[in-house]
């Protein structure tokens, strides 16, 4: 069956309310919309339903927006975008497991990470307390790789089911809550390292002192383990870094170059790393990250040619990115954080243009690739976990 889904130009705040008003609905044929029936999508009134109760809704996928023709050939034209789960409060840290078959995902907020079983279609809890884990990859050797921002460090878990202390500290230094990791076919590991998760919310404030404490809050209400976050306070700047096999710690990009870093990812033959520059740090009342992303040629251990790949800005409104992961095609899917009609995922081709954008019903932290072709993007939404099938692959591992 041919490709149903027709390119079409970027949606800008006119055509969007005018397509609400019921003349225009993008990436939908003129031929759907007999007798002036629009589909239901996120900027519609009443919007699109979401969940395993929701209607059918039509093909192509009224949210799914292509820009550019040469990027139809990704997309499945008979599928949708679909809801499979709605009870995070803040889902993060999405990885696949090729070996066992399942995603591994994380509720910050919740304290817990789960598991979707991909035979079965169900999601379980895998750890109750997760020491309000944020980022997880999988290794070259499948090995799990963990952040927790409850304890500013970054573990790993053996085939055995014993775990690793992979870093933990730069120097004498706690680090400010490792977010986003990337892996390199060197068994190094890349991280980031903002310090989102210096609050009670996303893992602990800093100690008295600390920019994260506002003077009243304390950080040992609740934990077991007081010993171990005993004296933390931000006190490094927010760098990106580099662990190697030996267990070697070094900067890879500093403040200077990147403040704010969050979303981190290698291109597919690993000779650039993406980082996303975000929004403010808890305690700081300006905003340092400039909401885009930029790119860097990778060399060994080291990085040069700094360069802006993608603004985030789509019709004149300024959005932001996150969370982003690679394609066998070289393309960059990003997170999208932005007003009702642009918060969802953008497609960027290796050179930053803009390929396509999908609307959803909530803000996109993070997503990857699964399912056994690694054909399925995985979505975190908010609450929700989102997927949609589509006609690459992601670049292994997650």
Known sequence: MPNPITPEVPV???????????????GVEPRALAAGAIPPS??????????????????????IIV?????????????????????GLCLEGPAWSSQGNYLIFSDVQANTQYRYLWEIGEVTITRPDSRNNHGNTFDFEARQIIEQDHYRRIIGRKHDGSYMLLADK?????????????????????????????????????????PSNSGHQSPFIGDDHPELITGQKRELPTNCY???????????????????PNGICFSLDFKAVYVASTSKE?????????????????????????????????????????????????????????????GGVMVFSPTGKLLE??????????????????????????????????????????
């Open 12 to 26: 800008s705040r006119r055509r969007a309310l005018a397509a609400v008003g019921g003349s225009l609905m993008i």
């Open 67 to 87: 820009v550019d023709p040469v990027f139809k050939d990704s997309l499945v034209g008979i599928t949708q975008i679909r809801r499979l789960w709605d009870k």
């Open 42 to 63: 996120v900027i519609a009134n009443p919007p699109r339903e979401w969940g395993k109760d929701a209607s059918p809704t039509s093909y192509p996928d009224p949210d």
């Open 282 to 342: 808890p305690g700081l009342k300006v905003a340092r990250g400039k909401s885009v992303i930029y790119a860097f040629d990778v060399n060994g251990s080291m990085v040069s040619n700094q360069r802006l790949f993608t603004n985030m800005v789509v019709d004149s409104v300024k959005c932001s990115s996150y969370g982003m992961n690679a394609d066998v095609e070289g393309n960059l899917w990003c997170e999208s954080s932005g007003p009702l009609g642009y």
């Open 170 to 210: 730069f120097g004498e230094k706690p680090f400010n809550s490792p977010n986003d990791l990337a892996v390199h076919p060197d068994g190094s590991v890349w991280f980031t390292d903002p310090s989102y998760g210096d609050t009670l919310s996303e893992g602990h404030p800093d100690v008295l002192g600390g």
């Open 357 to 398: 954008r999908m609307r959803l019903p909530q803000l996109c932290s993070n997503l990857t690739f699964g399912g056994r072709k690694r054909t399925i993007l995985f979505m975190m939404c908010g609450q929700s976990l989102c997927t949609l099938q589509v006609q690459t692959q992601g670049a292994a591992p997650s």
């Open 242 to 260: 580099r662990i190697d096999k030996s267990s070697k710690i070094d900067t890879v990009i500093s403040e200077s170059e990147l403040p704010d």
